[in-house]
């Protein structure tokens, strides 16, 4: 019997999803964009211990830096 199975994705390339998910990028965003399930890449970091913030959060800390930028002045 044959298994039709996705072979795991080097390690080079769960690396650098991790990079992109530290950097604001959103999981689902770049499930589509790469070609792999967003659940695949929320696993990476959390094993890597990157926390994964949501859009809504991440506009919010956007805003609320500027904000606070713009009072110290």
Do not use: D
Not at 7 to 27: N, S, T
């Amino acid at each position: 019997m044959t298994q039709n199975y996705k072979p795991a994705y080097p390690p080079e390339f769960r690396q650098q999803m991790v990079e992109l998910v530290a950097l604001g990028k959103c999981p689902k965003q770049l499930s589509k964009e790469f070609g792999c399930h967003y659940t695949s890449i929320q696993t990476w970091c959390r094993a890597a211990g990157v926390p994964i913030r949501s859009s809504q959060a991440i506009a919010f800390a956007a805003t609320s830096s500027v904000a606070s930028l713009s009072a110290g002045v």
